[in-house]
């Protein structure tokens, strides 16, 4: 078969996104499966995509979480390609579509690994931008691993050279990237609020199939109440969600810790006082 890089010997293909194309291999010299994503070759010749490519390897390889992808090894040779962590398992968007609805105790315990991967990135200055069930891989287990921070950006003090386009799917675009502003931490925990309510409901919040329609909901539809779609959610948890995907960013959670706080204290009000403690 197919190698890239002299060392991986491609087995098959695990999918794609609009940036690259993903496939399983074999690390022939530590002998083990991989996962090696390769650059689109129609934009290999696009400069700016080279780049964006190569950033995603540097913002990943500067974390290292149970709950993030891990990046193995970067090469340009044959194409431009990571290697990474194989995950065995699927996408997050996989498993709504196969599941919904879940237990709220196995989605809190989805979102709880979502929620820590993106407060280790954050810790480092690393905001993801492209939060979304694609980017969310689960193995059988129901361990969750986040991936593809191909636009993250690192915000620690930088000035950042910030070319806004919308490159991924409308549905999880928070209001402030709607008008054009920036990606945050704010705009990533908006992100893990629509991930939630669709984890939850099996239904996105601001459905729609043109972007600028989805991006005008984000902006100024009222929040459907989950519990309206599912009335086992426990007020608490929804709260939580009315909170991350508040309009205003300031009215929404500073840091995606406090939404985690939030989330354990929900499913048990007893101890909050004591998970304070221990968070502080
Ligand atoms: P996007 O269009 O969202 O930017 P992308 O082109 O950057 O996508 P990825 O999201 O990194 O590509 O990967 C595409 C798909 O490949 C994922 O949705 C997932 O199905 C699969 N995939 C990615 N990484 C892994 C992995 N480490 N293990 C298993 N499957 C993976
Ligand atoms: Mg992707
Ligand atoms: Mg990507």
Not at 82 to 100: A, C, H, N, P, Q
Request: charged share 25%; net charge negative; proline share 5%.
């Amino acid at each position: 078969g197919k190698r890239v890089g002299g060392r991986y010997q491609i087995i098959s293909r695990l999918g794609e996104g609009g940036m690259a194309i993903v496939y399983k291999a074999k690390d022939l010299i530590l002998d083990r499966f991989v996962a090696v994503k390769t650059l689109r070759p129609e934009l290999a010749d696009d400069e700016e995509f080279v780049r964006r490519f190569h950033r995603e390897a540097e913002s990943v390889t500067s974390l290292s979480h149970p709950n993030i992808v891990a990046i193995y090894d970067i090469g340009e040779e044959d194409c431009y390609y990571i290697v990474m962590e194989y995950v065995e398992g699927m996408t997050l968007k996989e498993f709504i579509r196969d599941y919904s609805p879940v237990s709220i105790d196995e989605a809190i315990h989805i979102m709880k690994q979502i929620i820590l991967a993106i407060a280790h990135a954050h810790e480092h200055g690393i905001v993801h931008r492209d939060i979304k069930p694609q980017n969310i891989l689960i193995d059988e287990s129901e361990h969750v691993k986040v991936t593809d921070f191909g636009i993250a950006l690192a915000v620690s003090g930088a000035t950042i050279t910030y070319t806004h386009s919308i490159m991924g799917s409308a549905h999880y675009l928070s209001p402030e990237q709607a008008k054009g502003g920036k990606a945050t931490v704010k705009s990533d925990i908006y992100a893990i609020g629509i991930v939630m309510f669709e984890l939850l409901t099996g239904k996105l919040p601001f459905p729609g199939t043109s972007p600028v329609s989805v991006a005008l909901k984000h902006l100024s539809s009222p929040m459907p109440y989950p519990r309206d779609f599912r009335a086992d959610i426990p007020q608490a948890v929804e709260n939580v969600m009315i909170r991350a995907l508040a309009k205003d960013p300031s009215d929404r959670y500073n840091h995606v810790t406090d939404m985690y706080q939030d989330i354990l204290t929900a499913l048990n009000p007893e101890r909050a006082h004591e998970l304070r403690l221990i968070l502080n």
